[in-house]
């Protein structure tokens, strides 16, 4: 590949390869880009010049990315989404602002993420946070394609160096969960996991950060997470289903000390032993990305933004 011909490379001819795998179809690509279907092919066999490789097969039903196509389209997707976050930031630069992307899981992004990003502005209110929740399996896969700067998200702090090599995580603070019983079950107050496992539960849904502390929880003790009889989304729920005696379920300790959870719901918090996950900033290792550097050297440099966090009532 000649290196100094990339340069000739233009932002539509990239758009044109990510549609191309999209849709499999000259035509359908032409439509989505304004463009004729002899066009796009003229400007397929001009990549392919440029980039010196057979990007899509060609057939009478469509095309179909080779591994170099499927390459060169990862790749494009990529650049196109700095593009159009370059153009946010250009924006906000009228304003002298720098816009961060950052995921979080709705729990940790609805309970601690109001007190990191408050103290964000009062110590740098020139930047400025792009928040995104959802599940931590599609946030890192988000995190990976380019989509978000940094994650804030809970990790196993024992597997950080085997789970994937190409992340970078920065711890920031741990949370506790507590593993909760319906009142009147004192008989399990100092149970361990090899009798917590023949116990009816409920658990958070699948994918989600707490779900993870529980099946670890097991794991530590070389147990298979039992099957639950429901699961729940909200711990609020979850601690209302244990308060009726459905089952046991694991809630963070905030929850236990909310003011506002009703007075008549009622639970015993069992296994006094640590279970808790560890929350921390993940970046993509070596990346070049200057604004996951910034969130992180603004951690560094302002350390009382989570002591505000760990001090913050529920």
Not at 53 to 66: D, M, N
Not at 67 to 76: E, F, N, V
């Amino acid at each position: 590949m000649n290196t100094q011909r990339l340069h000739q490379l233009r932002f539509q001819q990239l758009a044109m390869l990510v549609e191309l795998e999209r849709t499999g179809s000259m035509r359908q690509t032409a439509a989505a880009l304004h463009l004729s279907a002899p066009a796009i092919s003229k400007s397929l066999l001009e990549i392919e010049r440029i980039l010196d490789a057979t990007l899509f097969e060609r057939f009478t039903s469509g095309v179909q990315p080779t591994l170099s196509g499927k390459i060169a389209a990862k790749g494009a997707a990529f650049l196109l989404k700095e593009l159009h976050h370059l153009q946010d930031e250009i924006k906000a630069a009228s304003h002298a602002e720098t816009i961060i992307r950052v995921g979080a899981p709705p729990f940790i992004a609805q309970r601690y993420l109001p007190g990191i990003m408050a103290g964000l502005l009062e110590y740098q209110p020139a930047v400025r946070l792009k928040l995104h929740e959802d599940r931590a399996i599609p946030l890192m896969q988000a995190l990976l394609e380019g989509e978000l700067d940094a994650l804030v998200c809970s990790y196993d702090s024992d597997d950080t160096t085997t789970s994937n090599s190409t992340l970078r995580y920065d711890h920031l603070f741990d949370v506790r969960l507590c593993i909760i019983a319906p009142k009147g079950r004192e008989d399990l107050l100092s149970a361990d996991a090899h009798q917590l496992i023949h116990e009816r539960w409920v658990f958070p849904t699948r994918h989600t950060v707490i779900r993870g502390a529980i099946e670890n929880f097991f794991k530590r003790a070389q147990l298979i997470t039992p099957e639950p009889l429901m699961e729940w989304t909200s711990a609020v729920t979850g601690l209302n289903l244990v308060s009726a005696g459905i089952g046991l379920s694991i809630v963070p300790e905030v929850i236990l000390k909310n003011p506002s959870i009703d007075s008549e719901t009622e639970v015993l918090e069992i296994a006094t032993r640590d279970v808790g996950m560890s929350v921390g900033l993940i970046s993509v290792l070596n990346s070049q990305n200057f604004r996951a550097a910034l969130l992180r050297s603004l951690f560094d440099l302002y350390p009382e933004l989570l002591i505000r966090v760990k001090a913050s009532p529920p």
